[in-house]
């Protein structure tokens, strides 16, 4: 038997102790979760996202968008495409140049992301749910205490726009 076979089932099991592969797990969890309670509305978490951005901040330009939600540019480009083929966002010219394409819900978008809400915060709670309250909020301050401190080695760094 080679050394990389008698070695692979002791560090088995390590792997499900990485923080990586936990917060891989988790975030499929997650997604699974937002899927089943949004289906109804044909969204996925970024799309989800996107239309959230835009509700709060309308009339921003696709790298802003970006880098509001930390993806990269290709990706945000293929979710605003998606939405805009279906009516739940334009994208215009803005008046600073033509070159910076600005955006904004539609009322259709504006509609579907108050309906989309109710499923999305049913899934948060069904995610945080095994978890008590204070260690649900705990939960929440280590993850973000985590991203930013690590924002700086992102490959898509992310920018939170706050008021």
Known sequence: MTAART??????????ARPGFLLRRAHQLSVGLFERHCAEY????PQYGVLNVLSYAPDIDQITLAKALGYDKVTTSHIVRGLQARGLLTREASSEGRR???MRL???GKILLGQ???????AH???LQPLPPEEQA????????LCSALEG?????MVKLLP
């Open 100 to 102: 910076r394409m600005v």
């Open 153 to 157: 080695e992102a490959r898509a760094p």
């Open 138 to 145: 705990q939960l929440l301050r280590l993850l973000d205490q």
């Open 125 to 127: 709670d069904a995610l």
């Open 42 to 45: 044909g969204l996925t978490p």
């Open 7 to 16: 070695a692979a089932p002791l560090a088995l099991p390590s792997i499900y």
């Open 106 to 108: 539609t009322r259709q």
């Open 116 to 122: 989309a809400a109710a499923g999305a915060a049913r």
